[in-house]
Nanobody, 121 residues
Framework: QVQLVESGGGLVQAGGSLRLSCAASGRPLSDYAMGWFRQAPGKEREFVAAISWTGNTTFFADSVKGRFTISRDNAKNTVYLQMNSLKVEDTAVYYC??????????????WGQGTQVTVSS
């Protein structure tokens, strides 16, 4: 079983940037497709971005397309989410997931504990 730890969240003004990291341990990151989901208060968990095992395929939610990028460094067992031009509506807890399927399912796989991203106006 892989363990995931997210970091990099925080408070940022609208229009700013953050880079989230997800460090994996216990199993090689290359064993998994990776994804990011987010959950805002009172809302369901929603898909943000995903990247395939080798990084040659990525998917993004329409709401973040053109603003967010996802990347991975299998040698460092880390996946990243670069978030630019942040909006207030991006405020949520962001979760990293390791999945056997692509794109990852919100109901399966291994999950981190989440990192809070707050975007102020």
């Amino acid at each position: 079983q892989v363990q995931l730890v997210e970091s990099g969240g925080g408070l940022v003004q609208a229009g700013g940037s953050l880079r989230l990291s997800c460090a994996a341990s216990g199993r090689p990151l290359s064993d998994y497709a990776m994804g990011w989901f987010r959950q805002a208060p009172g809302k369901e968990r929603e898909f943000v971005a995903a990247i395939s095992w080798t990084g040659n395929t990525t998917f993004f939610a329409d709401s973040v397309k053109g603003r967010f990028t996802i990347s991975r460094d299998n040698a460092k067992n880390t996946v990243y989410l670069q978030m630019n031009s942040l909006k207030v509506e991006d405020t949520a807890v962001y979760y990293c997931t390791a999945s056997d399927v692509m794109p990852p399912s919100p109901y399966l796989g291994s999950w981190g504990q989440g990192t809070q991203v707050t975007v102020s106006s």
